[in-house]
């Protein structure tokens, strides 16, 4: 719990203007947006397999909710809609659909989180100079102000605020501060996170500036409903009007809210497994009867449709969160703020969680990332600029298809068989001895069965893996082995790996073994 609490406060400030945001984009009623927020964390939070995922509003249903709620008649109507495609996702997790996250290859993953984490910076830059004409959580390159993610910065450098610049770049420098330097001083700076410090200060400038010309506006700061008394904080309720739930088109949104939410939570899983420094396995069929039963709640108390989130989830780990607490505690503190301190909320500047954003977002577009996925080859490099491509320029959804299109594509061209391997298990002298013969050709496509097979196995198991007929290995079958070696150790696992090159017993890095193998055509 000690570094869950923390990473649930950086959590809680990063969803805060996106839950708002998102609602606002999405033409529903600001409060729910707050309501999904909640729901993902301590509903969905509690019943997730995830560790470290965080699920709330996404600004990927953003447009459907938007068309929805005019096309069937009103918010009451489009409830039914989200209530009704909780369940379906339930039927989803039920018929065990969540395989298909296991199919999206690794560069297109890796494109997912690094254009995300540059579609971060760029969105919030207008925000950070005090140009707040975009909402938070509009992540299309088509904004909903009339103008796009670039005419939009020009137009923001154009317009500075200067009390709002001035904060962003003191809260920027204090992030940074707090991650380079004072969290290595002492374990107090590793308790109290720097995105606090820094939105408390946000907050001191605001109250300390007002009458003078470094004045923040009310429309540069966080906007949350202030209810009057107890009666005005329950009308911002709104429930379902069941008297529509036999239309077709309330049925064909509910489909198209499970379909995309499914989707979407689907490659969360995948990219929030890769960033776990533990490596942890979500179990994708238990993720999606978690999210259909928060959709199913949300939708019955007035809430939007919930997703897990990349944005949150890359925020909670990268601020140290272990276990699913971080996710349901920043659940809480969305609820108690909402209902004690709005007025308070209400002075944070948006353009101090801007600086915030960027260092969430610069820490998934690093540098290095590029540079290692060049290093991969072709095969792994064009999915992935494809895939940042089509999310900077389009919106996340169309930038993960291209990107998976351009992938399977490059498979098929390299690939003229299935891929398959053989499973033989035999018992000699006491111990458990597993020999896995990978085939000749063996793709992402394999991910699921090799991942299935290599967790079964028990612990104090002699594995034997040969791969001397494999003539091609996709790099996302190399990091399954790498990530597996570390559970290796702690099962008590060891592994002969035999291949042209002769015999090695547990092999440092995968990667590096399958870099220096020599290529054959």
Same mark, same amino acid.
Request: charged content about 20%; hydrophobic content about 50%; proline content about 5%.
């Given at each position: 719990m000690k570094n869950d609490l923390p990473a649930s406060i950086v959590v809680f400030f990063v969803a805060l203007p996106l839950c708002l945001g998102i609602a606002l984009a999405s033409g529903a009623p600001l409060f729910s947006g707050l309501i999904a927020g909640i729901v993902g964390g301590i509903v969905v939070g509690a019943m997730s397999g995830s560790q470290i995922g965080v699920s709330g509003p996404a600004a990927g249903l953003a447009a459907i909710v938007l068309t929805s709620i005019g096309a069937l008649g009103g918010f009451e109507n489009f409830l039914v809609a989200v209530v009704l495609g909780g369940a379906i996702q339930i039927v989803f997790g039920i018929l065990k659909a969540g395989i298909i996250g296991y199919y999206f290859p690794s560069s297109v993953i890796k494109g997912m989180l690094t254009g995300i984490g540059i579609i971060i910076i760029l969105k919030q830059i207008p925000h950070f100079f005090g140009y707040d004409s975009a909402t938070e959580g509009d992540f299309a390159f088509f904004q909903t102000d009339g103008e796009n993610t670039f005419s939009g910065i020009i137009s923001a450098l154009k317009s500075i605020s200067l009390g709002s610049t001035l904060v962003a770049v003191v809260?920027? +420098?204090?992030?940074?501060?707090?991650?380079?330097?004072?969290? *290595?001083?002492?374990?107090?700076?590793?308790?109290?996170?720097?995105?606090?410090?820094?939105?408390v200060i946000g907050i001191v400038f605001f109250v300390m500036s007002k009458g003078s010309s470094l004045e923040i506006s009310e429309? %540069?700061?966080?906007?949350?409903? &202030?209810?009057?008394?107890?009666? !005005?904080?329950? +009308?911002?309720?709104?429930?379902?009007?069941?008297g529509v739930i036999f239309s077709p088109d309330v049925w064909i949104t509910a489909f198209t809210i499970a379909l995309v939410a499914s989707l979407e939570t689907l490659l969360c899983v995948e990219a929030t497994d890769k960033l776990d420094p533990e490596k942890r396995v979500t179990p994708t069929n238990r993720e999606l009867l978690a999210q259909g039963t928060g959709n199913m709640i949300s939708g019955f108390i007035g809430g939007l449709p919930i997703t897990q989130v990349i944005v949150r989830s890359s925020a909670n780990i990268q601020s140290g969160g272990k276990t699913?607490? !971080?996710? &349901?505690? %920043? #659940?809480?503190? /969305?609820?108690?703020?909402?209902?004690?301190?709005?007025? /308070? /909320?209400?002075?944070?500047?948006? !353009?101090?969680?801007?600086a915030v954003l960027f260092v969430v977002g610069y820490k998934l577009a690093k540098p290095s990332t590029f540079k290692a996925m060049w290093a991969s080859g072709r095969k792994q490099f064009v999915p992935f600029m494809v895939t940042i491509l089509g999310i900077v320029f389009i919106?996340?959804?169309? +930038?993960? +298809?291209?990107?998976?299109?351009? #992938?399977?594509?490059?498979?098929?061209?390299?690939?003229? *068989?299935?891929?398959?391997?053989?499973?033989?298990?035999?018992v000699s002298n006491g111990v458990h001895k597993v020999n896995m013969t990978?085939?000749?050709?063996?793709?992402?496509?394999? *991910? #699921?069965?090799?991942?299935?097979?290599?967790?079964?196995?028990?612990? =104090?198991?002699y594995l034997t893996l040969d791969v001397r007929n494999t003539r091609y290995l996709d790099n996302d079958i190399i990091e399954i082995l790498e990530d597996f070696s570390e559970k290796a150790?702690?099962?008590?696992?060891? &592994?002969?790996?035999?291949?042209?090159?002769?015999?090695?017993?547990?092999? =440092? !890095?995968? &990667?590096?073994?399958?870099?220096?193998r020599p290529k054959t055509t």
């Open positions: 809260g920027l +420098g204090i992030l940074i501060l707090w991650d380079k330097v004072l969290v *290595k001083k002492a374990k107090v700076f590793q308790l109290v996170q720097g995105p606090l410090v820094a939105v429309e %540069h700061l966080v906007s949350v409903p &202030i209810p009057g008394d107890v009666s !005005s904080f329950l +009308g911002q309720f709104s429930f379902p009007n069941f699913k607490m !971080s996710a &349901i505690v %920043h #659940g809480f503190f /969305l609820l108690i703020s909402v209902i004690l301190i709005p007025r /308070l /909320l209400n002075m944070i500047p948006l !353009s101090v969680l801007a919106d996340l959804l169309y +930038g993960i +298809g291209l990107g998976l299109l351009v #992938g399977i594509v490059v498979i098929l061209f390299k690939s003229y *068989k299935n891929s398959h391997f053989l499973h033989i298990e035999d990978l085939a000749e050709e063996v793709t992402f496509f394999n *991910k #699921g069965a090799i991942l299935k097979e290599l967790d079964r196995l028990p612990e =104090d198991t150790k702690n099962r008590n696992i060891d &592994i002969k790996l035999i291949s042209e090159r002769g015999e090695i017993e547990n092999p =440092d !890095s995968y &990667i590096e073994f399958f870099r220096l």
